[in-house]
T-cell receptor, first 115, second 107 residues
Framework: DAGVIQSPRHEVTEMGQEVTLRCKLI?????LFWYRQTMMRGLELLIY????????DSGMPEDRFSAKMPNASFSTLKIQPSEPRDSAVYFC?????????????FGPGTRLTVL | DAKTTQPPSMDCAEGRAANLPCNHS???????VYWYRQIHSQGPQYIIH???NNETNEMASLIITEDRKSSTLILPHATLRDTAVYYC????????FGKGTRLHILP
């Protein structure tokens, strides 16, 4: 079975450019999570969706970040404009909610470098 | 949400059992104990979870004390590939990661 798929795996961009990260959920999963990981702050939850609806976006740093689920199996995280402090590894994870158990399956991550 | 306390790092000899402790003294009745690990440069990987009873799967065993205030993750025969950061998470809702335990497997 395919796991969570993220693209691109690596992204290098210049400050001010728009960056779009993509994530495909595991088939049958209905919850989607975006995380950011840096050495200083560890693994931080940015936003999560349940059945395509954003449930909690309190971890989104600021208005430059936006996330969408255009359909049940796909999500994007956009940063516009990007800044050097956005450099991090971005993970998405999916799970099957509704049972009260939130076992999440993570993708390989996108390493973003903003110059 | 219950807070967890884990040692920042541990060493274990290859082939021996690795026992990773976690304290969660403020856990409430409906909160599960989850364990994840993150191998360098990879995404976190689910290992196991439990509520009250001890659990075992192909990766590890989870021992939860009767009062549920602490737990131990056991990797029965540690290999070099088990070198990772191990996160103990106690949560009724969504999962929040702390700093974890960095486990070094020594050859």
């Amino acid at each position: 079975d395919a796991g969570v798929i993220q693209s691109p795996r690596h992204e290098v961009t210049e400050m001010g450019q728009e960056v779009t990260l993509r994530c495909k959920l595991i088939s049958g999963h209905n919850s989607l999570f975006w995380y950011r990981q840096t050495m200083m702050r560890g693994l931080e939850l940015l936003i999560y969706f349940n059945n395509n609806v954003p449930i909690d976006d309190s971890g989104m740093p600021e208005d430059r970040f936006s996330a969408k689920m255009p359909n049940a199996s796909f999500s994007t995280l956009k940063i516009q404009p990007s800044e050097p402090r956005d450099s991090a590894v971005y993970f998405c994870a999916s799970s099957r909610s509704g049972t009260g158990i939130y076992t999440q399956y993570f993708g390989p991550g996108t390493r973003l470098t903003v110059l | 949400d219950a807070k967890t306390t884990q040692p920042p790092s541990m060493d274990c000899a290859e082939g021996r059992a690795a026992n990773l402790p976690c304290n969660h003294s403020t856990i409430s009745g409906n909160e599960y104990v989850y364990w994840y690990r993150q191998i360098h440069s990879q995404g976190p990987q689910y290992i196991i979870h439990g509520l009250k009873n001890n659990e075992t799967n192909e990766m590890a065993s989870l021992i939860i004390t009767e009062d549920r205030k602490s737990s131990t993750l056991i990797l029965p025969h540690a290999t070099l590939r088990d070198t990772a950061v191990y996160y103990c998470i106690v949560r009724a809702g969504q999962i929040i990661f702390g700093k974890g335990t960095r486990l070094h497997i020594l050859p």
